[in-house]
């Protein structure tokens, strides 16, 4: 399965690359079975993957005694907001930490505004290091799925603040519900620029079918176990 992006008229240019194109819409049939996978992995996931949670969220519990799930609002299908949940992987107060370092480093401020992430995140704990780069962190948007904020496969869910990063492509991600994995995830993560994940955001939305949803989710398997890029 291939992705790509056409230079359209009208297109926006990012970084050497056209990120906009005219969006096409999902054809019905497709949608349902997108839907109906969504429903029977999820649930077979949560089963499979229930131990595994009420572990790691009691080791998450014990580190500081605060709580180990955590929800973030999130931009979701249509514009529309949701609560989007995760295991705890980072220190009670992360804000506080995050500012602070951004007001004192000039290097990570730079590296936040253009990425959202940082290569050295003083907010992250031992133990979130090891669910971050395992992807068990993300577990808990199972539950996203089955509530239909989310699906397995699309954009990975933005924050309020980074809806001005996406420009006019806004819409093209909010065309389509955001998923646990996605093009991001199987090209190497946080290895990724933003506009580069902006554009795969794109194309993603504009040529999304059923069995490149199933080609994602198998290629999710390996670029889990290698854990690249994730910090």
Request: charged fraction near 25%.
């Amino acid at each position: 399965m291939e992705f790509r992006i056409t230079d359209t008229t009208g297109g926006v240019e990012e970084d050497g690359f056209v990120i906009s194109e005219p969006r096409r819409p999902n054809p019905r049939n497709s949608f349902t079975a997108k839907r109906a996978l969504d429903i029977m992995a999820a649930s077979l996931g949560l089963i499979f993957v229930a131990p595994l949670l009420l572990i790691v969220a009691l080791m998450v519990r014990l580190q500081d005694g605060q709580a180990a799930i955590f929800s973030h609002t999130r931009y979701g299908q249509h514009g529309r907001t949701f609560k989007c949940y995760k295991l705890r992987s980072m220190v009670p107060d992360a804000a506080e930490r995050l500012q602070a370092l951004l007001d004192s480093n000039p290097e990570a401020k730079r590296e936040w505004e253009l990425t959202q992430k940082l290569t050295h995140d003083p907010r992250i704990t031992p133990l979130g290091r090891f669910i971050r780069a395992t992807s068990i962190d993300e577990l808990p948007q199972l539950i996203n799925v089955l509530k239909g904020d989310m699906s397995l496969v699309g954009p990975r869910p933005i924050s309020l603040s980074e809806r001005g990063k996406y420009g006019e492509n806004f819409a093209d991600y909010c065309s389509v519900r955001p998923g646990i994995t996605g093009l991001w995830q199987i090209s190497g993560r946080s290895k990724i620029s933003y506009p580069e994940r902006v554009r795969m955001d794109t194309s993603y939305a504009q040529t999304r079918s059923f069995w490149g949803d199933v080609m994602i989710i198998l290629k999710t398997i390996p670029a889990v176990l290698k854990s690249e890029g994730a910090w």
